[in-house]
């Protein structure tokens, strides 16, 4: 049998639709994760990851026009809820895994909400007393 080789930093283009509902046009190069690392970091640990992994992408700052760097000091100024589903598309991508355990979708509902969950936020207006 011959042998099988690939590098596990695997540099992967993701790219969000035009009607992506966060980031419509966003394009980024970046390395994948081991499945080690997928099963084992935390949140920051997969910030960590993402800054360290992150090769070049075309976010562009809307307040001063100039491209977002791809540095740890950089991304650490995205908003939270924009990280989030940021690091949640990038493992999806990577790992083609598109299912988020339940839990760490209530983790990063709690991240993106600033504490209230969706469910729990009243859809009905109120009663006329």
């Known amino acids: 049998m011959g042998e099988f080789r690939r590098s596990t930093r695997i540099p992967r283009r993701i790219t969000f639709d035009d009607d992506h509902h966060v ?3 966003l394009e980024m ?3 994948g994760l081991t499945v080690g690392e997928w099963l084992e970091w935390t ?3 997969l910030f960590a990851a993402f800054c360290d992994r992150l090769i070049e992408w075309n976010w562009v700052d809307d307040d001063t026009g100039e491209p977002l760097a791809t540095t740890k000091e950089a991304l650490t100024e995205i908003d939270s809820a924009d990280m989030a589903t940021l690091l949640a598309e990038w493992r999806k991508r990577v790992t083609g895994v598109h299912a988020v355990p339940l839990e ?3 983790r990063l509902a709690l991240v993106t909400t600033n504490g209230a969950l969706e469910s729990t936020i009243p859809m009905q207006p109120p009663a006329d007393s």
């Open 104 to 106: 760490e979708e209530r």
């Open 23 to 25: 980031f419509p046009g």
């Open 43 to 45: 949140f920051g640990d």
């Open 29 to 31: 190069r970046i390395h």
